[in-house]
């Protein structure tokens, strides 16, 4: 068995959170999303203690983990922006957004600023097609977006920190 390397107190709250599923490998879906939640991310020591808890492979984790975009390796940033490229953004100007996104910020798709504050991906379709362009800042929803419309977006959750 891999040794995992993670504090005692989180090891305690996954396996604490697998067993409010009762240890049950057919809620897997579930308890992921509830690890995401408290964690931001599932990297590849939580996942094999969940599988672990379950009694299951930790390639069938993996396989989950990897197969539905929700999930996420790799940790998000703490406030993480998702521009939707569904088709109704896409047309009406998604894609200079993104481009937006990246140049302001740095970074590329897929990546998280140098502070941790910011991490940007893309996804197909939030269902807000009569807002088109999307983007969410977290579970917070921007719609009718233009390329000016982003550094006011990033300023709004820069100034959050500044009050905290």
Do not use: W
Not at 54 to 75: C, D, E, N, R
Not at 115 to 125: H, I, T, V
């Amino acid at each position: 068995m891999e040794k995992i390397c993670m504090s005692q107190k989180r090891i305690d709250e996954i396996r604490a959170i697998c067993k409010e599923h009762g240890n049950d490998p057919g809620e897997l879906i579930n308890i992921l999303h509830t690890v995401q939640g408290k964690l931001g991310y599932l990297p590849k020591e939580v996942q094999e203690l969940i599988a672990m808890e379950l009694g299951i492979p930790a390639a069938k984790v993996y396989g989950v983990v990897t197969f539905y975009s929700f999930f996420t390796m790799k940790p998000k940033g703490k406030y993480p922006i998702s521009v939707c490229m569904g088709t109704a953004c896409y047309v009406r100007g998604a894609e200079k957004v993104l481009d937006e996104f990246k140049r302001q910020l740095g970074i590329e798709v897929g990546e998280t600023t140098a502070d941790g504050l910011f991490s940007l991906d893309s996804l197909r379709c939030v269902g807000a097609c009569g807002l088109a362009p999307v983007v969410m800042v977290g579970q917070k929803v921007f719609g009718r977006l233009t390329q000016s419309s982003v550094k006011g977006i990033i300023d709004e959750f820069v100034n959050l920190e500044r009050e905290a």
